[in-house]
């Protein structure tokens, strides 16, 4: 493709993008690492509070997770600077080729300068991240959550029966072994009995509602499914003190 790569040669004509390009889709691959950061610092959190580590590891982890909600954000604002940069060079199709890097650096900038602390709020993997800590606390039934929750001085063994309805899946009618929740509804479900029924249902081109009884909503998409970390981790704790009952 013809064109000149020195952004202030002045020279008219096309501009080839695709080394540009092809080093955006490079960057967009360190979108992987961050997310794995993600998990990896939510697995360490919940490990924490299943344990009941002291609450300042569990602090160092949140901190972690908002370090990495930050570099999330920066990354998406920059692939987005970039992408903004070459679409304004190719619409207006200049006779002057501009400064690509200040023209990246002025976007960017534009973006940043919208930056808030809500921001988090809008992180799939942070919100997650904290409703899973949270989730797992009340399963484990500690007692700052008990407070929050108005279940202080509930008897023992009611909150136990409770949670282990939760453990039920209310399609197979099973113990779930890999549950996800429904991020529309707060249901969760086994993994394998959701997508099957997902998909049976698509197939007849009808809509999957949802199984759990009572519930209204009528659309449930592979897409809205999460896997239910804190459930797993309360279900196996269960389980395992279950067994050592019986030993």
């Given at each position: ?52 580590t002291e609450v300042s590891s569990e602090y160092s982890m949140d901190k972690a997770m908002i370090e990495f909600a930050i570099m999330d954000r920066q990354l998406n604002h920059y692939v987005k600077a970039v ?78 029966t409770q949670s282990q309805t939760n453990f039920i899946c209310p399609i197979t009618q099973l113990e779930m072994k890999k549950p996800v929740k429904n991020k529309v509804c707060g249901h969760t479900y086994e ?57």
């Amino acid at each position: 493709m013809p064109g000149r790569s020195n952004s202030n040669s002045g020279s008219t004509g096309f501009i080839s993008f695709s080394g540009v390009e092809s080093a955006l889709s490079s960057l967009k691959n360190f979108q992987a690492c961050i997310n794995s950061g993600m998990d990896t610092a939510s697995s360490v959190a919940l490990d924490i509070v299943q344990t009941q580590t002291e609450v300042s590891s569990e602090y160092s982890m949140d901190k972690a997770m908002i370090e990495f909600a930050i570099m999330d954000r920066q990354l998406n604002h920059y692939v987005k600077a970039v992408q903004s940069a070459i679409n304004h060079v190719k619409e207006e199709r200049p006779e002057k080729i501009p400064d690509l890097k200040l023209l990246v650096e002025k976007k960017f900038l534009a973006l940043q300068n919208k930056n808030s602390d809500s921001d988090f709020q809008n992180n799939e993997k942070f919100v997650q991240f904290k409703q899973q800590l949270k989730d797992l606390k009340k399963q484990c039934g500690l007692q700052a959550d008990r407070e929050a929750d108005g279940t202080e001085g509930v008897d023992e063994d009611m909150i136990v029966t409770q949670s282990q309805t939760n453990f039920i899946c209310p399609i197979t009618q099973l113990e779930m072994k890999k549950p996800v929740k429904n991020k529309v509804c707060g249901h969760t479900y086994e993994e394998e009995a959701i997508v099957r029924m997902i998909e049976s249902k698509h197939k007849r081109k009808k809509k999957a509602c949802c199984p759990k009884i009572g519930c209204s909503h009528t659309d449930i998409k592979k897409s809205d499914l999460m896997l239910d970390e804190a459930l797993r981790r309360a279900i196996e704790s269960h389980n395992k003190k279950k067994h050592r009952q019986f030993e």
